[in-house]
């Protein structure tokens, strides 16, 4: 063989090595950006905001400074209210996070001297977006087939009871057992509930762990995309009197 042969049959070896791995470098290269300065960041946890205007008394034994103060009754979910999706997802073998939210929730609970003694719940599944229209079209469409099924339900099956009346923006936990129907499937679900007093509000704020087998969800993945099993399902729920 001559030199010439040699030395060109060397440098095809280098290429062949060299090619694959410049192209994996790149495609790494292209995710890292796209997760850190292409994609949105996703939305924080839903969590409390701050506490409402201070009452204009200051007398302790005001009942606008405490939850025993007219609680009993009837609330309803405010336009404050927010449910959002969070999937943990890995694209090329690198973390990232999925989130997408809606406000279109309406519904409400019933309270009754120390127990939550009726709840139900209603979101638009339409509405959720999360900034990345094809993130959306997937969501309406392959994944959750809103088209079908335009809604998701919560309805509370066994009283919650509080044993006492918190003061004015005293968080507890407390457990809640219902029925969440998603994507036209019904399941029992057991969750924990932080709620609060804030002022003229009653603020209910949880996550519920959703299996996408149990309620006939197809996987996510797509693409470069690859999802687990699971994901979850916040809440954030501001109710009026």
């Known amino acids: 063989m001559s030199r010439m042969s040699q030395t060109l049959r060397r440098r095809w ?35 409390f905001a701050g506490a409402d ?53 309406t519904g409400q609970l019933t309270l009754a001297g120390t127990a939550v003694s009726s709840a139900s719940f209603s979101v638009d599944m339409k509405q959720f977006s999360s900034d990345e229209d094809e993130r959306d079209r997937q969501f309406q469409n392959r994944i959750m087939n809103t088209s079908r099924f335009p809604t998701a339900t919560f309805e509370l099956t066994a009283p919650i009871e509080l044993t006492t009346i918190p003061d004015n923006l ?32 009653v603020e209910v704020n949880g996550t519920i762990p959703v299996t996408f087998a149990d309620y006939g969800i197809n996987n996510p993945s797509g693409g470069p995309a690859r999802v687990g099993n699971s994901g979850d399902l916040e809440f954030l729920l501001v109710l009026t009197k």
């Open 53 to 105: 205007a201070a009452p204009s008394s200051s007398d302790p034994g005001d009942p606008a400074l405490t939850a025993a103060g007219a609680i009993d009754g009837t609330w309803t979910v405010g336009a404050a209210s927010k449910v959002q999706y969070r999937i943990q997802e890995t694209l090329n073998g690198q973390s990232n996070e999925a989130t997408g939210k809606t406000s279109a929730v």
């Open 170 to 201: 005293v968080e507890i936990t407390v457990h809640a057992t219902g029925t969440l129907t998603l994507h036209g499937t019904a399941k029992t679900v057991t969750f924990d509930l932080l709620a609060r007093r804030n002022g003229a509000h």
């Open 13 to 47: 070896k280098w290429l062949l090595l060299i090619v694959p791995v410049s192209l994996f470098v790149l495609v790494e290269g292209a995710t890292f950006v796209y997760i850190h300065f292409i994609s949105p960041d996703p939305n924080p946890h839903l969590t």
